[in-house]
């Protein structure tokens, strides 16, 4: 299954609201997961299964979409929500738990 | 909390063996299916391979199948990932990942800080 977020890069101010989006090649039902990425961290799951959050991700995060289309907004960004978001589905068997290539959100 | 902690990276050249662990602490590592996840120099994360909780189970990405081998030792809650015929294209911060789940499919809860692998002549 091929994941494919877009846009690549997105610049924006603190307090905009952004929507990030990723399409799988094939439908991945709701397993589906955000990830986001600091420079020289791993990555920290945000949220789980199209749409639960992860115990201590902020409302501001949140998740929706089902079968191919997924989105992850953020409802008003903070400075320390710059960084790079991964959509991962982990749906197919045999297990190739694939990613997608990822989404730059930066400072305009 | 969850800890885990690659270590064995380095330079080595192509064709060479590397063996990577992870230590994991703060949780019960037998009862949770672990990953290992790379990210080439500037690019994206790649999904490498899964072990099961009890290691019967073993997948691999098609990039590594038949050059890398995932293994773990419950008794000293400890990851491995064995890497054969190494390319320069192996290059890159190798992750383990806790499985958020008994399953081999599922997302990936807890990460570490990763280890450096270059493969260059």
């Known amino acids: 299954i091929v994941m494919t977020q877009s846009p690549a890069t997105l610049s924006v101010s603190p307090g905009e609201r952004v929507t990030l989006s990723c399409r799988s090649s094939?439908?991945?039902?709701?397993?589906l997961a955000w990830y986001q990425q600091k420079p020289g961290q791993p990555p920290r799951l945000l949220i789980y299964?199209?749409?639960t959050r992860v115990r201590g991700i902020p409302a501001r995060f949140s998740g929706s979409g089902s079968g191919t289309e997924f989105t992850l907004t953020i409802s008003s960004l903070q400075s320390e929500d710059f960084a790079v978001y991964y959509c991962?589905?982990?749906?197919?068997?045999?297990?190739?738990?694939?990613f997608g290539g990822g989404t730059k959100v930066e400072i305009k | 909390q969850v800890r885990l902690v690659e270590s064995g990276g380095g330079v080595v050249k192509p064709g060479k063996s590397l063996r990577l662990s992870c230590a994991a602490s703060?949780?019960?590592?037998?009862?949770?299916?672990m990953h290992w996840v790379r990210q080439a120099p500037g690019k994206g994360l790649e999904w490498l391979a899964v072990?099961?909780?009890?290691?019967?189970?073993?997948y691999y990405a098609d990039s590594v199948k038949g050059r890398f081998t995932v293994s773990r030792d419950n008794f000293r809650n400890t990851l491995f990932l064995q890497m054969n015929s190494l390319r320069i294209e192996d290059s890159g911060v190798y992750y383990c990942?806790?499985?958020?789940?008994?399953?081999?499919?599922?997302?990936?809860?807890?990460w570490g800080q990763g280890t450096e692998l270059t493969v260059s002549s």
């Open positions: 990942a806790k499985g958020m789940t008994v399953m081999v499919i599922t997302t990936f809860d807890d």
């Open positions: 703060g949780f019960t590592f037998g009862t949770s299916a």
């Open positions: 072990i099961s909780n009890d290691a019967r189970e073993k």
């Open positions: 094939r439908s991945v039902s709701n397993k």
């Open positions: 299964d199209v749409s």
């Open positions: 991962q589905q982990y749906n197919n068997w045999p297990p190739n738990l694939t």
